[in-house]
């Protein structure tokens, strides 16, 4: 089943599922700040998607920017950097698109268009 980790209030995460909508895609969406992925599921989706860890950081949110973590990711570990994105769903990039066999970070049309077959 394909999920989708979307934050309501994200106009991207809007248009993404507008665009599954349209393309007649069967998706679970699962709230990112209600239902934020634990640690061991973060670490499943990183290996499965094959993106550098940084791609799973909200970079544009606002806790992102209040933590300063673009100064403070480079000297963290990646268990450090692990238990921070399983803290807190709004440092998880959104939306999250998640299937059998693929992980995309963000809404990128064509990416999903190739990911979903559609």
Same mark, same amino acid.
């Given at each position: 089943?394909?999920?989708?980790?979307?934050?309501?209030?994200?106009? $991207?995460?809007?248009?993404?599922?507008?665009? +599954? /909508?349209?393309?007649?895609?069967?998706?679970? @969406?699962?709230?990112?700040?209600?239902? &934020?992925?634990?640690?061991?599921?973060?670490?499943?989706?990183?290996? @499965?998607?094959?993106?550098? =860890? #940084? #791609? *799973? *950081? &909200? $970079?544009?949110?606002? +806790?992102?920017?209040?933590?300063?973590?673009?100064?403070? =990711?480079?000297?963290?570990?990646?268990?450090?950097? *692990?238990?921070? =994105?399983?803290?807190?769903?709004?440092?998880?990039?959104?939306? +999250?698109?998640? $299937?059998?066999?693929?992980?995309? $970070?963000? *809404?990128?049309?064509? /990416?999903?268009?190739?990911? =979903?077959?559609?």
């Amino acid at each position: 089943m394909t999920k989708v980790y979307c934050y309501d209030r994200c106009s $991207t995460c809007k248009k993404a599922l507008a665009w +599954l /909508e349209a393309k007649g895609v069967d998706y679970k @969406k699962i709230d990112i700040k209600g239902e &934020n992925p634990d640690e061991k599921t973060l670490r499943a989706l990183h290996k @499965k998607s094959g993106l550098p =860890l #940084k #791609k *799973f *950081f &909200n $970079t544009s949110g606002i +806790l992102y920017r209040e933590m300063e973590l673009s100064a403070k =990711l480079p000297g963290m570990s990646e268990d450090e950097q *692990f238990k921070l =994105l399983a803290s807190d769903g709004m440092l998880v990039k959104r939306p +999250l698109l998640v $299937t059998d066999d693929a992980v995309c $970070t963000g *809404f990128k049309e064509g /990416e999903w268009k190739a990911v =979903l077959k559609v």
